[in-house]
T-cell receptor, first 112, second 122 residues
Framework: SQKIEQNSEALNIQEGKTATLTCNYT??????LQWYRQDPGRGPVFLLL?????KEKRKERLKVTFDTTLKQSLFHITASQPADSATYLC???????????FGAGTRLFVKA | DTGVSQDPRHKITKRGQNVTFRCDPI?????LYWYRQTLGQGPEFLTY????????KSRLLSDRFSAERPKGSFSTLEIQRTEQGDSAMYLC????????????????????FGSGTRLTVV
């Protein structure tokens, strides 16, 4: 069956360090992959999209990599701040598809 | 445009009652999606519309669930004869999906979500 796996354990890091979150998928051929941020009681907020033919995408302090051979995406937040504390969701859209399938998310805590 | 609006934010209902939620998407977006999210899980796809046409329903959506998007504008999600297992956050999202070259320039393929409707069935 198709699976999207994100680390279910929370990630705790110190302010100023780089946070790295992992998204692995199986039995999937994604056309593109998205990362969202979700705060408690709120809807997810779109952050970045990377296509299957792209290796890396950057936006300000955020960087996403996409390795279709490893079936993995890494999401990096550099110079992390306490305000970055949230749940980060990985999501895939299949080639020729129309709906986005989400992982369960990884909770990030950034300590001051 | 203030983004995607959902109403109500919270709904508590007794088992067996019917409930209806409303979603107002971003006006220029042609796609509208409904998702359901339970604690500790990611959003699960329920259904989506392109303009007024409902193009797919998840197997998660039993016959008790129905969604409409009249005139391709706002959408409603109705749950009939609610059960305790229906308790969840119901999220609406919209996106601009490229259908022509002109649209492609503005589309970023990401979804804009509303704040959700928290349903509690007691």
């Amino acid at each position: 069956s198709q699976k999207i796996e994100q680390n279910s354990e929370a990630l705790n890091i110190q302010e100023g360090k780089t946070a790295t979150l992992t998204c692995n998928y199986t039995n999937y051929s994604p056309a593109y992959l998205q990362w969202y941020r979700q705060d408690p009681g709120r809807g997810p907020v779109f952050l970045l999209l990377i296509r299957e033919n792209e290796k890396e995408k950057r936006k300000e302090r955020l960087k996403v990599t996409f390795d279709t051979t490893l079936k993995q995406s890494l999401f990096h937040i550099t110079a992390s701040q306490p305000a970055d504390s949230a749940t980060y969701l990985c999501a895939l859209v299949r080639t020729g598809g129309f709906k986005t399938i989400f992982g369960a998310g990884t909770r990030l805590f950034v300590k001051a | 445009d203030t983004g995607v609006s959902q109403d109500p934010r919270h709904k508590i209902t007794k088992r067996g009652q019917n409930v209806t939620f409303r979603c107002d998407p971003i006006s220029e977006h042609n796609r509208l999606y409904w998702y359901r999210q339970t604690l500790g899980q990611g959003p699960e796809f329920l259904t989506y519309f392109q303009n007024e046409a409902q193009l797919e329903k998840s197997r998660l959506l039993s016959d008790r669930f129905s969604a409409e998007r009249p005139k391709g504008s706002f959408s409603t999600l109705e749950i009939q004869r609610t059960e305790q297992g229906d308790s969840a956050m119901y999220l609406c999202a919209s996106s601009l999906f490229p259908l022509t070259g002109a649209v492609t320039v503005r589309a970023n393929y990401g979804y804009t979500f509303g704040s959700g409707t928290r349903l509690t069935v007691v």
